[in-house]
Nanobody, 125 residues
Framework: QVQVVESGGGLAQAGGSLRLSCAASGRTGSRYSMGWFRQAPGKEREFVAA????????HYADSVKDRFTISRENAKNTVYLQMNSLKSEDTAVYLC??????????????????WGQGTQVTVSS
């Protein structure tokens, strides 16, 4: 069983920054990838960023590339999402996914086995 908890969301002005954290616990094993998705009201959940088990490979949606940075600290079983130059369209619930089984596509929902409850990010203009 795996538990996933996100934190760090809040209110920011356009152009500001926030840092999200995702902590995984339980029987994750050693090689687990993690990713961030977001879901705005009335919209589908969309991919934001992902990172491989050793941090050697990262992927970003075009909409956040060069603004967001994903990283991980395995000793703490934690992944971070540094969000800079925030825009109003970044407003959403941000969810963290954990992949403990085989998966080939980090930008697809089906690649992740466990999810957190989400943390709200609101960007005002």
């Amino acid at each position: 069983q795996v538990q996933v908890v996100e934190s760090g969301g809040g209110l920011a002005q356009a152009g500001g920054s926030l840092r999200l954290s995702c902590a995984a616990s339980g029987r994750t094993g050693s090689r687990y990838s993690m990713g961030w998705f977001r879901q705005a009201p009335g919209k589908e959940r969309e991919f934001v960023a992902a990172i491989s088990w050793n941090g050697g490979s990262t992927h970003y949606a075009d909409s956040v590339k060069d603004r967001f940075t994903i990283s991980r600290e395995n000793a703490k079983n934690t992944v971070y999402l540094q969000m800079n130059s925030l825009k109003s369209e970044d407003t959403a619930v941000y969810l963290c996914g954990v992949q403990v089984y085989n998966g080939n596509y980090p930008d697809r929902l089906a690649s992740y086995d466990y999810w957190g409850q989400g943390t709200q990010v609101t960007v005002s203009s």
